[in-house]
């Protein structure tokens, strides 16, 4: 009998996740039940907001509790179905976990078409980074043609997105990012005007430099003293999406304060926070939006593909918050 | 022929502002020229927003400059006039200064009518106070009827109007303000549901035992360890309007960031700051309200009286950074 190797959740962990966070375990199979399918994972989705889910605590969605299968968005192939919905063969996207096979009822399971894009563009443009960054921009930036606009965690797979879309409306469009490498690939690969190396870079020079009348929209990826920085140089009127916080994620102690936030008052500025889930039941009009601006060459999907098993995810995951990924960060675990 | 003592700027404070920071001046009283007024001050406002105005650099106005009459609003009498559009007799309030004569092309000068409310009112709940808490709590904190609001410094000028209009809007109010007199103020004399004793009480417990399905607004006065204190405690899709930060204002060193920002993300809600010249177009309505309200007895005026000369400003002004005025502070510095 075939077994399903899966990564759980051990202990919590203080600052970076460690080998003893996690716990790789080995069962059979399962087999569907009445209503379920049961998947074959191909593609396991990173993401920073993941370390959050490891914390114990009240957020936006439950912690993974200790002992369970750490939970991951996913894409993979229907092996076996008792639900009406879903086909043997088909491709679907969903939270199937760090894990070889997933059993579910259908529930939050969607088709993907991989005539219309590769399986990983499921996971990161045309994903949930992909939908974070549309609704991020477009709704809580309220972003207008022609405006400045900041990203940071630029080269990642919601700021790769961010950046795109903001050229698409116009607008002049600023990354900030770790390294030379990813600045230059920003610029040249993916059309931002400037991009600011803050690992070498003073971010507030660069800004000014490159934002001389100011940031009319921030998407921030990061927390921390960069957003700080882009605090000091809004315009008037400036809206601050605040989307995540990764410079801090795996900070022990308190969390850093933007302590230059009263420039919200000075510039009568806002700062909101979302989760792309508010916006669920919009999904379709934003995979539209994206995948006809796909067809159009106008929006290009960037995916950082590491290969291996499910066991290789603690690793992969630490990869992402050493910032070594270039736009979206997923594990194929198994051949498609 | 009369003087006109003056209190002027002479050195940038760094803390508290200390007795070296002040120069008291003495000059002829000036004599107004074509379309200019002469107005004898009466009452002059004291602010906490004056503590920034100190200080060099760039803000939402520019700072007083050294040697220069140190800024303050004002209400008066006119006392000579080349200006069409006002008499001799008229009472006026304008951004008159610190000193006891002032001379001014009426730009910013604005009528007041004595029958229908005392000259102190017109720097408080008809002045400038009332219509940062009418237009922040309304327009900014976007207020809807019975939801919970939190207003910081809320025995002061502005928080005593936030805490009234909130009332009249069905909402459940709790106030924050130091010691257990103003406490007990609020609740028995202005209405609020309840208040808690930052000095003396432990805010988080407050919140959690007042506001136990969350706040809606907060109408921040304050900043520092309150606003943190708030952020832990917000409803989904809380507002919180950023008015000032009275706690921060005399601290040396780095201003602190609100570490629980991040509960922004967390409950969808948004931080933005105003001030309310934003509102300048709109300021006729504002008072025209809250006169009405005044009139049918749902929104009472309070100022804090304090008597003596322009040069007892300096000692006034710290009395409202030691938190030592119930509702509007305002110095009355001559016979009306």
């Not at 202990?11 to 069962?27: A, K, M, V």
């Not at 997105?161 to 690939?185: L, N, P, S, Y």
């Amino acid at each position: 009998m075939a077994t399903n190797t899966q990564v759980r959740l051990a202990s919590r962990p203080s600052g970076l996740p460690q080998d003893s966070n996690w716990e790789i375990t080995s069962e059979d199979v399962p087999t569907p039940g009445d209503g379920e399918l049961l998947v074959r994972v191909l593609y396991l989705s990173l993401d920073p907001a993941m370390r959050g889910w490891m914390n114990e605590g009240r957020s936006y969605i439950p912690p993974v509790g200790i002992g369970e299968v750490m939970r991951a968005g996913a894409v993979g192939v229907v092996e076996a179905s008792n639900n009406a919905k879903f086909s043997v063969g088909d491709h679907v996207s969903g939270t199937f976990g760090v894990q070889e096979y997933a059993v579910s009822d259908g529930s939050g399971v969607v088709k993907v078409d991989i005539s219309a894009a590769s399986l990983p563009t499921y996971l990161g443009t045309l994903g949930m980074p992909g939908l974070t960054a549309y609704f991020g921009l477009l709704e809580v930036g309220a972003l207008k043609d022609g405006e400045t606009v900041v990203v940071s965690g630029a080269a990642g797979a919601v700021g790769t997105v961010v950046g795109q879309i903001a050229k698409i409306k116009g607008c002049t469009v600023i990354g900030i990012a770790g390294g030379a490498e990813k600045c230059r690939w920003l610029v040249e690969e993916l059309g931002f005007d400037a991009a600011i190396d803050y690992k070498n870079d003073d971010v507030r020079k660069g800004l000014k430099q490159h934002a001389p009348k100011g940031v009319d929209v921030y998407f921030d990826n990061v927390g921390g003293e960069i957003l700080d920085a882009v605090l000091g140089r809004l315009a008037m009127g400036a809206r601050i999406a605040i989307c995540g916080a990764i410079s801090q994620y795996n900070a022990q102690g308190e969390l850093r304060g933007p302590s230059n936030y009263m420039n919200l008052l000075v510039f009568r500025a806002r700062m909101q926070g979302f989760v792309v889930f508010d916006f669920a039941s919009r999904y379709s009009e934003g995979v539209e939006q994206m995948a006809a601006w796909m067809s159009e060459g106008k929006l290009a999907a960037h995916e950082d593909v590491a290969k291996g098993t499910v066991k290789d995810f603690p690793a992969t995951l630490l990869r992402l918050f050493r910032g070594e990924n270039l736009g979206k960060l997923v594990l194929k675990v198994a051949a498609e």
